[in-house]
């Protein structure tokens, strides 16, 4: 199901600095607060990968080890939005970053298949 929102795409250089967010603007933010959410990313042939996932309160985050010390995730449930800071970016963070969302009260996990709603995806561009 399509009820996700990303943005903040782009293209940045080799040790460069993006940001993206998510966001669910046609839910509650009690409704948003339920549900695990996570980041996943897939680059031109190569299959979805997860990258990053962060549970309803906030308190629980896990990451890919390749993006560890790297890429940061947060979220403001009053702002129904989920949050990706991505530093030192390399040529290989090259993908279109989705956002996916669990059904609510559901764990988090780093399957895709697990994951209930999502977004159409955003460029990231990694290049010199």
């Known amino acids: 199901q399509v009820e996700l929102v990303e943005s903040g795409g782009g293209s940045v250089h080799p040790g460069g600095s993006l940001n993206v967010s998510c966001g669910a603007p046609?839910?509650?933010?009690?409704?948003?607060?339920?549900?695990?959410l996570g980041w996943f990313r897939q680059a031109p042939g190569k299959e979805r990968e997860w990258i990053s996932f962060?549970?309803?309160?906030?308190?629980?985050?896990d990451y890919v080890e390749s993006v560890k010390g790297r890429f940061t995730v947060s979220r403001d449930n009053a702002k129904n939005t989920m949050y990706l800071e991505m530093n030192s970016l390399k040529s290989e963070d090259t993908a279109t970053y989705y956002c996916?969302?669990?059904?609510?009260?559901?764990?988090?996990?780093?399957?895709?298949?697990?994951?209930?709603?999502w977004g159409r995806g955003t460029q990231v561009t990694v290049s010199s």
């Open positions: 962060i549970n309803g309160g906030g308190g629980v985050t």
């Open positions: 996916a969302a669990t059904g609510q009260y559901r764990p988090c996990t780093t399957r895709s298949s697990d994951y209930t709603y």
């Open positions: 046609t839910w509650s933010y009690i409704r948003y607060s339920r549900n695990c």
